[in-house]
């Protein structure tokens, strides 16, 4: 399995928008047409977050393999008109980082009882206009990612154990070893933002990791 959960930094609110509408072109096309991947998803910042500005991108894409990825998704029409039109028109600040993840095995995507969350075309003030998503990215200090990891073990054993605690998504990636980068990403996908201030405020209340 190949993941990329990516920040594009977008020029300008206005360059965010044509960024999302071509964004939306794909999404509409690999829901339909690529089985091999498993999400495929784009967020806006809640303006909250100092290290994600307000016309910045949060991309979110799960694929059963690299093949998928690099050379299925990006062989399809919407993605190569995508490509044709960022670098001329000056979507992007610089060019997004696209280094692969893969899962640690700690966590979980879906819940058995969720589904597929479909939120392609739907209706404003709908789940995808409640839904919270959170992405948390750290960079252990040398010899100390085990112990992290096995802090979001608990972590994850307690959110997962939790019925109706509004927590949609808890998936704990690594970066492949090609990248030589020990830096653990804790994606979490929350039913609403109070779901995320409330599992925050149990974080707080527990001892550091």
């Known amino acids: 399995m190949r993941v990329l959960c ?3 930094q977008c020029a300008s609110y206005e360059k965010r928008d044509q960024f999302l509408s071509l964004l939306s072109d794909i999404g509409a096309f690999t829901h339909e047409n690529e089985p091999r991947t498993i999400a495929y998803s784009w967020f806006k910042s809640t303006g909250d977050d100092p290290e994600f500005p307000n016309h910045h991108l949060r ?8 093949d998928a990825s690099k050379v299925t998704h990006r062989s399809s029409e919407p993605y190569k008109k995508m490509r044709s039109v960022v670098g001329p028109e000056g979507i992007l600040e610089k060019p997004t980082d696209l280094s692969y993840c893969q899962p640690t095995g700690l966590g979980f995507l879906t819940r058995p009882d969720h589904g597929v969350a479909v939120f392609q075309g739907i209706a404003k ?13 750290i960079q252990p200090k040398p010899g100390m990612k085990p112990e992290i990891l096995q802090g979001i073990k608990a972590l994850a054993a307690q959110v997962e154990t939790e019925a109706g605690n509004g927590i949609l998504s808890f998936w704990c990636l690594e970066f492949l070893p090609e990248y030589a980068n020990d830096g653990i990403i804790l994606f979490s996908r929350y039913e609403d933002r109070n779901a995320y201030l409330r599992h925050l405020d149990s ?3 527990e001892p550091t990791m």
């Not at 991309?59 to 690299?66: H, N, T």
């Not at 003030?125 to 990215?137: D, G, K, L, W």
């Open 6 to 8: 990516i920040q594009s």
């Open 59 to 66: 991309g979110f894409e799960v694929y059963e393999d690299e």
């Open 125 to 137: 003030e709908t789940q995808a206009e409640r839904s919270h998503i959170e992405v948390v990215n």
């Open 203 to 205: 974080r707080e209340k």
